[in-house]
Nanobody, 122 residues
Framework: QVQLVESGGGLVQAGGSLRLSCAASGGTVNTYTMGWFRQAPGKEREFVAALRWIGGSPDYADSVKGRFGISRDNAKNMLYLQISSLKPGDTALYYC???????????????WGQGTQVTVSS
């Protein structure tokens, strides 16, 4: 069973940048498709970005394309999300998620972290 712990959130001004990190343990992480989701106050959790375990191009939500970059370091069991040109609308709790040997980057994920808060001030 995979355990996920996010870090790197914080308070940032609009236009600023942050790098979120997700530390994974308890499994062979390079066999997991891993992604980032976010949930803003009063809204449903939404997909942000993901990387398939077999490689290939990242998958991004339209709302973050060109501003967010997802990457992973399998040797360190880490997943990252570089977020830039932040807007107040990006304010949310950001979650790391994983699912084993999945080619579908959307849909249900089996494992979730507790989230890291990103707050963007205008």
């Amino acid at each position: 069973q995979v355990q996920l712990v996010e870090s790197g959130g914080g308070l940032v001004q609009a236009g600023g940048s942050l790098r979120l990190s997700c530390a994974a343990s308890g499994g062979t992480v390079n066999t997991y498709t891993m992604g980032w989701f976010r949930q803003a106050p009063g809204k449903e959790r939404e997909f942000v970005a993901a990387l398939r375990w077999i490689g290939g191009s990242p998958d991004y939500a339209d709302s973050v394309k060109g501003r967010f970059g997802i990457s992973r370091d399998n040797a360190k069991n880490m997943l990252y999300l570089q977020i830039s040109s932040l807007k107040p609308g990006d304010t949310a709790l950001y979650y790391c998620a994983a699912k084993a040997r999945a080619t579908n980057t959307r849909g249900a994920y089996n494992y979730w972290g507790q989230g890291t808060q990103v707050t963007v001030s205008s």
